[in-house]
T-cell receptor, first 113, second 113 residues
């Protein structure tokens, strides 16, 4: 089955710096890759997603890149702010029809001012 | 206000007792999911359902059971066979199966002593 590895597990940056979180997946047929942000005590919320026919997608300070050949995708946050502090999860949908998202173990991002 | 409702927010049970977690959605989504969240483990898939009266096991289904008698409802029963039931349980739904964003409920924190 699909396996999603996420690195690093923790990331500390200064306000204004960039943050990059990387994920790899095992199923070469996977075709949907969302990123979720979970603030302390709250539900995970979708922040950006990308499909396998696109190499990069951007939404203001957040971007996601996908390398299908290498089977990895990354989240890029520029000009980080303290409110970006949260746990971020990557996920991938296995290629088999009718399956469910498989998540990475999460990255705890801390942005200090 | 459309969304996913999980109840209760906190649940306490004695070891050896079965307990059922409620999940209701009014988003008219076809697919529903149950994930378990433990510190440092990410979100692990327990069960999912793509359509009424049908459901599939996820990666950690042992000790759990579900039903999908109505489109709006997907209750999860944690049985006494689950060895480590204390965890945070998240229910989610999506419009279609697999390749669409998940909408999460606020979760239920289950403590078994």
């Amino acid at each position: 089955g699909e396996n999603v590895e996420q690195h690093p597990s923790t990331l500390s940056v200064q306000e204004g710096d960039s943050a990059v979180i990387k994920c790899t997946y095992s199923d070469s047929a996977s075709n949907y890759f969302p990123w979720y942000k979970q603030e302390l005590g709250k539900r995970p919320q979708l922040i950006i997603d990308i499909r396998s026919n696109v190499g990069e997608k951007k939404d203001q300070r957040i971007a996601v890149t996908l390398n299908k050949t290498a089977k990895h995708f990354s989240l890029h946050i520029t000009e980080t702010q303290p409110e970006d502090s949260a746990v971020y999860f990557c996920a991938a949908t296995p290629g088999q029809a009718g399956t469910a998202l498989i998540f990475g173990k999460g990255t705890t991002l801390s942005v200090s001012s | 206000d459309g969304g996913i409702t999980q109840s209760p927010k906190y649940l306490f049970r004695k070891e050896g007792q079965n307990v059922t977690l409620s999940c209701e959605q009014n988003l008219n989504h076809d697919a529903m999911y149950w994930y378990r969240q433990d510190p440092g483990q990410g979100l692990r898939l327990i069960y999912y359902s793509q359509i009424v009266n049908d459901f599939q096991k996820g990666d950690i289904a042992e000790g759990y059971s579900v039903s999908r008698e109505k489109k709006e409802s997907f209750p999860l029963t944690v049985t006494s066979a689950q060895k480590n039931p204390t965890a945070f349980y998240l229910c989610a739904s999506s419009p279609t199966r697999g390749n669409s964003p998940l909408h999460f409920g606020n979760g239920t924190r289950l403590t078994v002593t």
